[in-house]
């Protein structure tokens, strides 16, 4: 139980064109699901907290034009990088909290995305 | 002073050998506390959870919470090849948000 799903894992672009990431909960519902950044050897950063019918809560630092997000379902956040240029190639990571485990801190996550802006 | 703090390594170990990892934090709001596995160019996988103090066994994996010393451990018994990874440890100090603090990672390497 708890799988997270997320696709694509690797994608290339070119810059100036938007790229859609999307991430799943499989076999659990999320109201909260959170979109994470890893550059090489470093940890994950937040970049913002996406909440099932409404605006996501994006980090400081974190440009919410450049990055949009959409959580539509409690199944479904997308992370849309518009106008991507070479400085938004990372890891781009989503995970989940299981609304149905209670009051707990767990977070499961995607497999992640690797974005490559050329 | 950084909320989380966690030695990056590299850590390299034969096969079989008893590994420990530790994360030091600052935030005394922290109840929650997990480590999580990162293989290279995946996902964190969830290892452990623990909340509050105390100790957790699950196999060959035992981790051990102090929060009066603000400092957390993750003991691998037998470590086998398969054990190379990333270990990320995480906390969460409850309330809403549920955001999780990170440590950098420790970089784990078991040579057969």
């Known amino acids: 139980g708890a799988v997270v799903s997320q696709h694509p894992s690797w994608v290339i672009c070119k810059s100036g064109t938007s790229v859609k990431i999307e991430c799943r909960s499989l076999?659990?519902?999320?109201?909260?699901m959170f979109w994470y950044r890893q550059f090489p050897k470093q940890s994950l950063m937040l970049m913002a907290t996406?909440?099932?019918?409404?605006?996501?809560?994006?980090e400081q630092g974190v440009e919410k034009d450049k990055f949009l997000i959409n959580h539509a379902s409690l199944t479904l956040s997308t992370l849309t990088v518009t106008s991507a240029h070479p400085e938004d190639s990372s890891f781009y990571i989503c995970?989940?909290?299981?609304?149905?485990?209670?009051?707990?801190?767990?977070?499961?996550f995607g497999e992640g995305s690797r974005l490559t802006v050329l | 002073q950084k909320e989380v703090e966690q030695d990056p390594g590299p850590l390299s170990v034969p096969e079989g050998a008893i590994v420990s990892l530790n994360c030091t934090y600052s935030?005394?709001?922290?109840?929650?506390f997990m480590w999580y596995r990162q293989y290279s160019r995946k996902g964190p996988e969830l290892l452990m959870y623990?909340?509050?103090?105390g100790n957790k066994e699950d196999g060959r994996f035992t981790a051990q919470v102090d929060k009066s010393s603000k400092y957390i451990s993750l003991f691998i018994r037998d470590s086998q090849p398969s054990d190379s990874a990333t270990y990320l440890c995480?906390?969460?100090?409850?309330?809403?948000?549920?955001?999780?603090?990170f440590g950098k990672g420790t970089l784990l390497t078991v040579n057969p």
């Open positions: 995970s989940a909290r299981d609304q149905g485990r209670g009051y707990t801190g767990e977070l499961f």
């Open positions: 076999d659990f519902q999320a109201t909260t």
């Open positions: 996406s909440n099932e019918g409404s605006k996501a809560t994006y």
């Open positions: 935030n005394s709001a922290f109840q929650y």
């Open positions: 623990t909340y509050s103090s």
């Open positions: 995480a906390m969460w100090g409850g309330g809403s948000n549920y955001k999780l603090t």
